[in-house]
Nanobody, 118 residues
Framework: QVQLVESGGGLVQPGGSLRLSCAASGSFFSINTMGWYRQAPGKQRELVADVTRSGSTNYADSVKGRFTISRDNAKNTLYLQMHSLKPEDTAVYYC????????????WGQGTQVTVSS
């Protein structure tokens, strides 16, 4: 079982920056793709960005050029650096990990709130 713990959310003014972190712990042979998803009130959860173990990244069009996803495989930690934040970025951000441990698994963190408001 893999546990994911997010941190770094909070309240920020439009145009500001935040950095989210997600630490993975527990039992696993490998974690392949890790990603950030978000869910705003009344909306479906959507992919923000993800990164493979080898470092290939994928971003939602709405965050390209503003957000950067990265991971430290040695620390099993995922990051999301967010710049030029907009009110529409307000959401609960969830960490996701897909890997293998006696079978494929998908794990989710509890989420961290990001609020962009003046």
């Amino acid at each position: 079982q893999v546990q994911l713990v997010e941190s770094g959310g909070g309240l920020v003014q439009p145009g500001g920056s935040l950095r989210l972190s997600c630490a993975a712990s527990g039992s696993f042979f490998s974690i392949n793709t890790m990603g950030w998803y978000r869910q705003a009130p009344g909306k479906q959860r959507e992919l923000v960005a993800d990164v493979t173990r080898s470092g290939s990244t994928n971003y939602a069009d709405s965050v390209k050029g503003r957000f950067t996803i990265s991971r430290d495989n040695a620390k099993n930690t995922l990051y999301l650096q967010m710049h030029s934040l907009k009110p529409e970025d307000t959401a609960v951000y969830y960490c996701n990990a897909k890997g293998y441990y006696y079978g494929l698994f998908t794990s989710w963190g509890q989420g961290t709130q990001v609020t962009v408001s003046s």
